[in-house]
């Protein structure tokens, strides 16, 4: 046989291929190994035997957050990995009652709660959940391969595998694997539009939100004494002063600071420009962990242009046997850490419908995932419109629902009540219509009335009782 048409056969039935094995990749995976006796992950890198960065995910030296609806599902993914994680020193944050929370300026008051999260690093965390996969029967990985495009049936109504090609390898070496499932987790440089498009096949319409964000990353060695004995600050940029920051705990006894710049404001990555810059914060915490902690890593910049969703619930034609999930659906301001949450609920969309068959599996899939992105991009998508200089529409809902959160922010420095409800819904617990039920809303007019008092945030604040 001509090597230019060798196929590389799998199982008549029962055989997935996905493409990228990132982090939407592996979640991806992970939802199929109960459907498929036999699944290929196939990615350009050659990928780490041990937690390191590697070039295909460039964004793995900066900090993470994975919100505590995230850890929920990646635990109910891969059971016990919140305690494994643990048990290898990453420490376990209440994200209400260990970190200080400076949203629009004002600090929130504290209190313990059920919102964990874990304090990890990326390169840790992608490891940890590969070898989960990894272990996974009938699950194999292709490193090093370049997806050169998909396959279809004569009449492109059914994709049928993709083609190939080894780095290094002569173009005449590429080669066909063929999959009764392809899965394209390829991230947000995703090259399904330009495949459909070369099928036949309409390009899915595209929401984009220019925030043009610069971030900066620097490790640090975490001792009891810094920031109060706490885990983790964050401070949010507002209008007219672009500039948002956090300090996060992670394994190794490490502080990740992250400084970011947003519409062309720029993070230095010198010490003394480091210090001026965390010394113009509200929060007086990021000066003191510059000025007193020793680094234990370089800075590291990176930049994110624009959010993008991409509509594939609205197209009306769809191949049969082909999904695209996590980045390469929406691709959400880092800022936010919403990504891997929602990648992670898009997996377990994806394992509760394949039990229910594979029948009509795109538009099942894409209706559900377009719920699931709805509330965070509307969170994302409504925060950045604050900013004058962010093209959008700016309904009368946004413009409400953007002045509202300020006032329920201004409250909770001395309401716990406020604080734990808007970190319900930072974190995918509740929807954002929970901030206007009743009370909730009458508790921002009591603040409102009231005013605001200097207050340790931890002051007597009951804990929270929510399950």
Known sequence: MDSAHRVLRMASTGSAVVVGG???????????????????????????????????????????VLLARGREAFEELFPGLTDELHSGGAPLVDLNGQVNWYNDGYLMRRRPSSLYAVGIGRPLLEHAVRARVAALPGVEFLATTEVLGITATPDNSRITGVRVLPHGADEDEAYTIDADLVVDAGGRASRTPVWLDQLGYPRPAEELVRVDVTYVTRTYRREPHHIGGLLGVLTNAVPGSPRSAIIAAREDDQFAVAFAGTLGEEPPTDDEGMAEYAGKLVAPEFAEVLRTAVPTGEPVKMRFPASIRRRYERLRRFPDGYLVVADAVCSFNPIYG???????????LLRQLLAGGTDDLARRFFRGAARLIDAPWSIAVGTDLRFPEVVGPRTAKVRFVNAYVHRLHRAATTDAVLGAAFLRVLNLIDPPTSLLAPGI????????????????????APADTHV
Not at 338 to 348: D, N, Y
Not at 441 to 460: E, I, N, W, Y
Request: proline share 5%.
């Open 338 to 348: 919403q990504g891997m949450t929602v990648a992670s609920l898009e997996a377990l």
């Open 441 to 460: 809303m009458l508790r921002v007019l009591r603040g409102m009335l009231r005013g605001t008092r200097a207050t340790d945030p931890s002051d007597s």
């Open 22 to 64: 990132s982090m939407g990749g592996l979640l991806a995976a992970r939802a199929l190994s109960e459907t498929y006796a036999r699944i290929v992950v196939i990615d350009r890198d050659r990928l780490p035997t041990q937690p390191a960065n590697r070039r295909g995910v460039p964004q793995g030296r900066q900090l993470h």
